[in-house]
């Protein structure tokens, strides 16, 4: 009896040193650096570096979510229009490295970071080539491409290893295994990989197969993966979407190669 209680008396020592850091949230405590407290009353988790929003009893993200004050109840942000370009960055505001880097496409994968590698025929198609050093998506229900003027488009789609990829133009192979629906591009919001769960979005550091450098892999997390990849130093990320114009649809790209 002696023992445990005086085991007992330790484990409380060191749990008091780590309660100094808690904060005090209505009737429970919480750590500042992985929960949010609104009102005084509601704890909400921070995840990719978002403090969740709170919502009529649901913490939300404001990449997928609105709450209108007049309604107070949680409701989808519009997705963007079918046919709408829309560029993509990584966001997360507790890595500051990551944050705001573009999202790019090399070498029929897309990265985060790194720069845009694109192929225009000037012969062909001379002025009309757009700049091709942005990359740029479209979407509609489900579906994601590239935003490029070569006939027959680029599919943009999840890989057996969960990262995004794109066709070769002219081509319209994509690997077994992969799965071309689940992207939701939301206005105002970010990128949502619907597949495997939902549970978002990883930037792993570059590797020798990739182009690294400045290139950081794109990963969907799941229920399967997403052990292995916070192992291997990868961090959480939302893609934040920014549209582009509504009315004149502005290439990113003849083609993104
Ligand atoms: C793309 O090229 C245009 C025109 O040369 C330039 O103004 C722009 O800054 C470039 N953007 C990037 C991201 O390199
Ligand atoms: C999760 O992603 C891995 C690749 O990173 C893939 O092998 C696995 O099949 C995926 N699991 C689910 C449930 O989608």
């Known amino acids: 009896m002696v023992r445990s209680s005086l085991l007992a008396a330790s484990i409380l020592a060191g749990s008091n040193s780590a309660?100094?850091?808690?904060?005090?949230?209505?009737?429970?405590?919480?750590?500042?650096?992985?929960?949010?407290?609104?009102?005084?009353?509601?704890?909400?988790?921070?995840?990719?570096?978002?403090?969740?929003?709170?919502?009529?009893?649901?913490?939300?993200?404001?990449?997928?979510?609105?709450?209108?004050?007049?309604?107070n109840t949680l409701?989808?942000?519009?997705?963007?229009?079918?046919?709408?370009?829309?560029?993509?960055?990584?966001?997360?505001?507790?890595?500051?490295?990551?944050?705001?880097l573009p999202v790019s496409a090399t070498g029929l994968t897309i990265w985060i970071g790194?720069?845009?590698?694109?192929y225009c025929?000037?012969?062909?198609?001379?002025?009309a080539c757009p700049t091709g050093n942005t990359t740029s998506f479209v979407s509609y229900e489900g579906y994601m491409s590239m935003n490029v003027m070569?006939?027959?488009?680029?599919?943009?789609?999840?890989?057996?290893?969960?990262?995004?990829?794109?066709?070769?133009?002219h081509s319209a192979y994509i690997p077994e295994g992969s799965q071309r629906t689940g992207f939701a591009a939301?206005?105002?919001?970010?990128?949502?990989?619907?597949?495997?769960?939902?549970?978002?979005w990883a930037a792993c550091p570059s590797t020798a197969s990739g182009p690294g450098g400045s290139y950081w892999s794109l990963v969907a997390r799941n229920e399967t993966n997403a052990k292995g990849l916070a192992e291997?130093?990868?961090?959480?990320?939302?893609l934040k979407v920014e549209v582009l114009g509504q009315n004149v649809r502005d290439y990113g790209a003849w083609q993104y190669s």
Not at 114 to 118: F, V
Not at 150 to 169: D, H, W
Not at 187 to 195: A, E, P, S, T, Y
């Open 19 to 71: 309660l100094a850091a808690l904060q005090t949230c209505g009737q429970s405590q919480y750590d500042p650096a992985q929960y949010v407290c609104w009102s005084n009353e509601f704890l909400c988790p921070i995840k990719a570096g978002e403090p969740l929003s709170y919502c009529a009893g649901a913490c939300y993200s404001k990449f997928m979510y609105t709450c209108p004050p007049a309604t």
């Open 75 to 100: 409701s989808l942000l519009p997705t963007v229009p079918q046919g709408t370009p829309f560029r993509l960055s990584a966001s997360n505001p507790s890595d500051a490295y990551l944050h705001g």
């Open 114 to 118: 790194g720069s845009t590698t694109s």
């Open 121 to 127: 025929p000037v012969a062909q198609v001379g002025d």
């Open 150 to 169: 070569v006939p027959g488009g680029q599919a943009a789609y999840l890989n057996p290893n969960s990262r995004i990829a794109y066709t070769q133009a």
């Open 186 to 200: 939301y206005q105002g919001g970010g990128l949502v990989n619907l597949n495997g769960g939902g549970w978002g």
């Open 232 to 238: 291997w130093n990868c961090r959480e990320v939302n």
